[in-house]
């Protein structure tokens, strides 16, 4: 088995773009551009918690950096550095092998140096810290909404969630939507192009990972406003077509994992926002209102009130 320090120097040491210096020291050092504020995020992903034993190793790395990432366009902070910090039961090459071209594709698609790191033996824990860059003031806040905002949503929601139930149990679906929905869930695409195109337009933003109602909520609290969704404007995968339509609004409205924004802008800039999304190739959806109140209310086609799960997912509930 190879030691610490050579897993280090094979699979975490892939050169640097834009670091004065990374890896090897007790530090790195980090020059961030001048004017800049830097976005700072850790995320962890635990065995048994966030992936089952056995999870393509691959896919992990991916997952593990782009749902820091995720993070990153949320604040509408453009991606610069990483650090990896592993936990592993052994030195498993093929496996740190795997995790590591998983992780550094990922990186190398957004000009992310891994700057550095840590590596330990222990139950398999994979964290990463990421650090960002943002103009002064331009910053996505949770607590930025204003009162009759426009809220949006990016691509669609409960692929993820619903990939996941087809790991549970079998289903009825086709096989290219299971696909999809897996793939959604093992390798979230960050949206990245999305956030940096709407840092200092948009108001207040989130990615989605405990459900689009919970994480709407986020952005209620933090604002102090209430949110109204229009059921009907949510855009609905074509992927859940063969749920049933009970799953279909759980999976949309609170399934997480799906790692798309939820945003909030002035109606008066509305056009602003749809040629910011055209230029980021993304598709954005608006699906509601920020209102006086609290809390998140859909409405169905009829105007009524639809209930539903509010809670996403609490580790320790
Ligand atoms: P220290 O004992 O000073 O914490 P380490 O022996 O843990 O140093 O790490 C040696 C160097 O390797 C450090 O520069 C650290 O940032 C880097 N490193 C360790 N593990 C990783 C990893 N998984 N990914 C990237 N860099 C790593
Ligand atoms: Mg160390």
Request: glycine letters at 10%; hydrophobic letters at 45%.
């Amino acid at each position: 088995m190879p030691s610490e320090f050579t897993l280090i120097r094979r699979h975490f040491t892939p050169g640097t773009r834009h670091t004065a210096l990374a890896g090897g020291d007790d530090c790195a050092l980090i020059a961030p551009r001048a004017g800049r504020e830097l976005a700072i995020t850790t995320d962890m992903l635990a065995e048994g918690t966030h992936f089952l034993p056995g999870a393509d190793p691959e896919a992990l790395g991916h997952k593990t950096l782009a749902v820091n990432l995720s993070d990153l366009a949320a604040m509408g902070a453009e991606p610069r550095w990483a650090f990896l910090a592993l936990a592993l039961p052994d030195a498993d090459e093929s496996w740190v092998a795997a995790f590591a071209r998983g992780f550094l594709s990922l990186a190398g698609r957004f000009d992310v140096d891994l700057a550095g790191g840590d590596t330990t033996r222990g139950p398999r824990n994979l964290c990463v810290t990421a650090i960002g860059e943002v103009a002064p003031g331009r910053a996505l806040r949770r607590s930025a909404a204003r009162l009759g905002d426009d809220i949006y949503l990016s691509g669609c929601t409960g692929e993820a969630a619903y990939g996941l139930v087809t790991y549970r149990r079998r289903v009825e679906a086709v096989e290219a939507d299971v696909a999809r929905c897996r793939y959604r869930l093992d390798r979230p695409m960050p949206r990245v192009a999305l956030g940096l195109a709407l840092a200092g337009i948009a108001h207040a933003a989130i990615d989605v990972s405990d459900g689009l109602v919970a994480d709407l909520a986020h952005i209620c609290e933090e604002s102090g406003l209430g949110a109204i969704v229009q059921w009907s404007r949510v855009p609905q995968s074509s992927a859940l077509a063969t749920c049933s339509p009970e799953d279909r609004r759980r999976f949309v409205l609170s399934g997480g994992d799906d790692y798309e924004l939820v945003f909030t802008a002035s109606v008066a800039a509305r056009r602003e926002v749809a040629a910011r999304a055209a230029e980021a190739e993304t598709p954005v959806t608006r699906i509601g209102t920020m209102v006086a109140g609290e809390c998140v209310t859909v409405l169905d086609s009829s105007g009524s009130e639809m209930t539903l799960e509010q809670a996403g997912y609490d580790h320790f509930r």
